[in-house]
């Protein structure tokens, strides 16, 4: 995955209201668009059914594992309500300050991305596999040990705010479409070994914690991959006409101006000025009163 380089270095002033935009404009979106529980509930349903004839069920055993395991059910809990909130933001402000040139295209890239999700949450609304009917054999890890975070039963919400969430927005991840944002700016621009083992260490437990706790299907993490992928590509294109729009209603640049000497004036060696002298030595000539030579 290449990104282009821009000479221009980024201002805090400029990019810190473009983020909140655009993080508020996905946050209203996705309360927006919520979706009837009917319509999502039978594309849940429908995506499980896809899974199971093509033998991807992996949500089940991992579901169960984590509700049988509190020391993995916890923790899956934890990292699911809060690492996307923390890792996503401090990846954009190391950018920001140590690869301004690259952060740029990367920025466009998530940002991108994200509204393509969007659009997924507005046209396939989702219900979760913990909010499937109970006959489908999910639990909702993020209830069950709700007393020992600040969620409660609806998803990574603190306890009261549900309401504030969309909670059929499951398809696609951005979760894992997030995580794997991240892990490809640690892999291509950390240059340490450990850098490169969180790059890929990331993304992978977020897509089986988002499995585990019964926030997303498989197919679901599939689709943020793909929603990467998507944003990548469209990306560039955004990039050159955002570009082209800059220079179209750019200031034109001051003229430059004239030189103080005219073109035909010259200076001899040593001369900043024309007509300075800087040799302190006096003629002969001038000291006998004597006119001097013409030249």
Same mark, same amino acid.
């Given at each position: 995955?290449?990104? &282009?380089?821009?000479?221009?270095? &980024?201002?805090? *002033?400029? $990019?810190? &209201?473009?983020?909140?935009?655009?993080?508020?404009?996905?946050?209203? @979106?996705?309360?927006?668009?919520? @979706?009837?529980? %009917?319509?999502?509930?039978?594309?849940?349903?429908?995506?499980?059914?896809?899974?199971?004839?093509?033998?991807?069920? %992996? $949500?089940?055993?991992?579901?169960?594992?984590?509700?049988?395991?509190?020391?993995?059910?916890?923790?899956?809990?934890?990292?699911?309500?809060?690492?996307?909130?923390? !890792?996503?933001?401090?990846?954009?402000?190391?950018?920001?300050?140590?690869?301004?040139?690259?952060?740029?295209?990367?920025?466009?890239?998530?940002?991108?991305?994200?509204?393509?999700?969007?659009?997924?949450?507005?046209?396939?609304?989702?219900?979760? &596999?913990?909010?499937?009917?109970?006959?489908?054999?999910?639990?909702?890890?993020?209830?069950?040990?709700?007393?020992?975070?600040? *969620?409660?039963?609806?998803?990574?919400?603190?306890? @009261?705010?549900?309401?504030?969430?969309?909670?059929? %927005?499951?398809?696609?991840?951005?979760?894992?479409?997030?995580?794997?944002?991240?892990?490809?700016?640690?892999?291509?621009?950390?240059?340490?070994? #450990?850098?490169? !083992?969180?790059?890929?260490?990331?993304?992978?437990?977020?897509?089986?914690?988002?499995?585990?706790?019964?926030?997303?299907?498989?197919?679901?993490?599939?689709?943020?991959?793909?929603?990467?992928?998507?944003?990548?590509?469209?990306?560039?294109?955004?990039?050159?006409?955002?570009?082209?729009?800059?220079?179209?209603? %750019?200031?034109?640049?001051?003229?430059?101006?004239?030189? #103080?000497?005219?073109?035909?004036?010259?200076?001899?060696?040593? $001369?900043?000025?024309?007509?300075?002298?800087?040799?302190?030595? #006096?003629?002969? $000539?001038?000291?006998?009163?004597?006119?001097?030579?013409?030249?």
């Amino acid at each position: 995955m290449q990104l &282009p380089h821009h000479a221009t270095r &980024p201002r805090w *002033w400029t $990019e810190l &209201p473009l983020i909140a935009i655009m993080y508020a404009a996905y946050s209203l @979106g996705r309360l927006i668009v919520r @979706g009837d529980e %009917a319509r999502a509930t039978e594309h849940g349903l429908s995506i499980l059914r896809l899974e199971k004839s093509l033998h991807l069920n %992996a $949500e089940h055993p991992l579901n169960r594992l984590f509700t049988h395991t509190p020391a993995l059910g916890i923790p899956a809990d934890f990292i699911y309500a809060s690492l996307h909130y923390l !890792i996503t933001p401090a990846v954009l402000i190391w950018l920001f300050r140590r690869r301004p040139t690259q952060y740029r295209a990367a920025r466009t890239w998530l940002m991108t991305s994200t509204l393509l999700g969007l659009i997924g949450f507005t046209f396939l609304p989702t219900c979760p &596999p913990r909010l499937l009917p109970a006959v489908q054999g999910f639990t909702d890890t993020m209830a069950q040990y709700g007393t020992y975070g600040w *969620w409660g039963g609806e998803a990574s919400a603190p306890r @009261g705010m549900g309401g504030m969430t969309n909670q059929f %927005a499951a398809m696609p991840s951005l979760h894992v479409g997030w995580a794997l944002w991240s892990g490809v700016m640690l892999w291509r621009f950390g240059g340490s070994r #450990i850098t490169k !083992i969180a790059a890929v260490a990331y993304p992978l437990t977020i897509t089986f914690v988002v499995m585990g706790t019964a926030n997303h299907y498989l197919l679901d993490a599939v689709a943020g991959v793909a929603v990467m992928g998507i944003g990548l590509l469209l990306s560039k294109p955004l990039l050159r006409l955002a570009d082209r729009v800059r220079a179209r209603f %750019a200031p034109a640049p001051s003229a430059t101006r004239a030189p #103080i000497v005219s073109p035909g004036c010259q200076t001899s060696p040593g $001369e900043p000025i024309p007509g300075q002298r800087t040799s302190s030595r #006096i003629p002969a $000539e001038a000291v006998d009163g004597a006119p001097s030579k013409a030249r």
